[in-house]
């Protein structure tokens, strides 16, 4: 890493957690998290610098890690304000594994599901040396979901299609929530929350929101 930039000092993510603050998010576990976990370990050399700033920043393979803003804002919604932290939760889309770092400062277990091998590979190195134990990583289509691993207090997702995958309400617990962009009729994307209750499952739509596409299968 390069030295005398700051990055590996706590001070950097402190300014973006104050920005964090400053820009709605209110949870204070979320925050945190976000301040434990050390972005720029995250992306590749020549995106350093950026690590920080509220940016999306490409991670190979013509994927993103989405901008901090963003992940926060979808933690908060993902944790509905609850003081205990997450049960068992499902992440799709590993990317290069930063928001499942994240997710594991928030949650019991992560069970976090990557389509593309060679980001599955990389969110495995970029993880190693942080040995988050309740962490797990899997190579597959995440439209699955992960059945071995429901019921789900939570799941996540960080690419969007044109509907939620069956299986994820299906490995939903009740009283759970999925957090997920998703296609509208006319063509942009919005971030949607689903809440499984003993009633039935209840959809909100929030605002817009540019996900790269789910897509199925594995390569
Ligand atoms: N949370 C990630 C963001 C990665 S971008 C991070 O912190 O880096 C979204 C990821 O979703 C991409 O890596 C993409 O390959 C993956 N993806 C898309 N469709 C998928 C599917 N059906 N199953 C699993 N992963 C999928």
């Known amino acids: 890493m ?11 993510r402190s300014r973006m957690v ?3 603050a400053a820009q709605g998010i209110s949870d204070a576990q979320v925050l945190a998290a976000m301040g434990q976990v050390e972005r720029h370990r995250f992306v590749d050399t020549a995106l350093v610098n950026q690590a920080y700033e509220d940016t999306s920043l490409p991670i190979g393979l013509g994927q993103t890690i989405s901008k901090p803003n963003v992940v926060a804002r979808m933690l908060e ?5 609850r003081a ?5 939760v499902l992440e799709i889309g590993t990317g290069c594994g930063y928001q499942a770092a994240v997710l594991s400062r928030l949650a ?6 990557e389509r593309l091998r060679g980001l ?3 969110a495995r190195e970029n993880l190693r040396a942080l040995r988050l134990a309740n962490v797990h990583l899997l190579f ?14 939570a799941m996540i997702a960080a690419a969007g299609g044109e509907a939620i995958p069956p ?12 957090v997920a962009p998703l296609q509208m009729a006319d063509g942009t994307q919005a971030l949607v929350v689903l809440d499984k209750t003993p009633q039935g499952v209840t959809r909100t739509v929030l605002e817009a929101v540019y996900f790269v596409p789910l897509k199925s299968g594995t390569s």
């Not at 390069?2 to 950097?12: E, M, N, R, T, Y």
């Not at 919604?77 to 304000?81: D, H, I, K, T, V």
């Open 140 to 153: 597959g289509d995440g439209m699955a979901g992960y059945a071995k691993g429901a019921p789900y207090a």
């Open 167 to 178: 299986a994820w309400v299906e490995q939903l617990a009740v009283g759970g929530r999925l």
């Open 108 to 113: 019991a277990e992560v069970y976090s599901i």
């Open 120 to 122: 599955h590979d990389k």
């Open 2 to 12: 390069p030295s005398g930039i700051g990055l590996d000092s706590k001070a950097v």
């Open 84 to 88: 205990a932290p997450m049960g068992r």
């Open 18 to 20: 104050h920005k964090l």
């Open 77 to 81: 919604l993902l944790r509905q304000g």
